[in-house]
């Protein structure tokens, strides 16, 4: 089991800056990914970027690379996703979520098991 708790969102003016974190808990042995989604009122949940818990591997999602930088730290079991130049569009509830599968791409949302409660993100224009 699992346990992901998310910080640092709040409300922030278009092209500014958030960073994100995610600390995990529990039994992180057999981790594969962390992973960030994002969720929208109405809108499906969408893949932002994951890292590899055991190397340096990292995916986003379509046009984020570049803005959004995801970083770790296992010691601390801590993921971190910083965000620069945000814009209205990327208001979301953010999730940090984990997975023990190894997926061709990160973003196959099935194979996550473990998620947070979210995190808010509001960008003013």
């Known amino acids: 089991q699992v346990q992901l708790v998310e910080s640092g969102g709040g409300l922030v003016q278009a092209g500014g800056a958030l960073r994100l974190s995610c600390a995990a808990s529990?039994?992180?042995?057999?981790?594969?990914?962390m992973g960030w989604f994002r969720q929208a009122p109405g809108k499906e949940r969408e893949f932002v970027g994951a890292i590899a818990w055991n190397g340096d591997n990292t995916n986003y999602g379509d046009s984020l690379e570049g803005r959004f930088t995801i970083s770790k730290d296992k010691a601390k079991n801590m993921v971190w996703l910083r965000m620069n130049g945000l814009q209205p569009e990327d208001t979301a509830t953010y999730y940090c979520?984990?997975?023990?599968?190894?997926?061709?791409?990160?973003?196959?949302?099935?194979?996550?098991?473990?998620w947070g409660q979210g995190t808010q993100v509001t960008v003013s224009s």
């Open positions: 979520a984990r997975s023990k599968e190894a997926p061709a791409w990160y973003g196959t949302l099935s194979s996550y098991d473990s």
């Open positions: 529990g039994d992180m042995f057999r981790t594969y990914i």
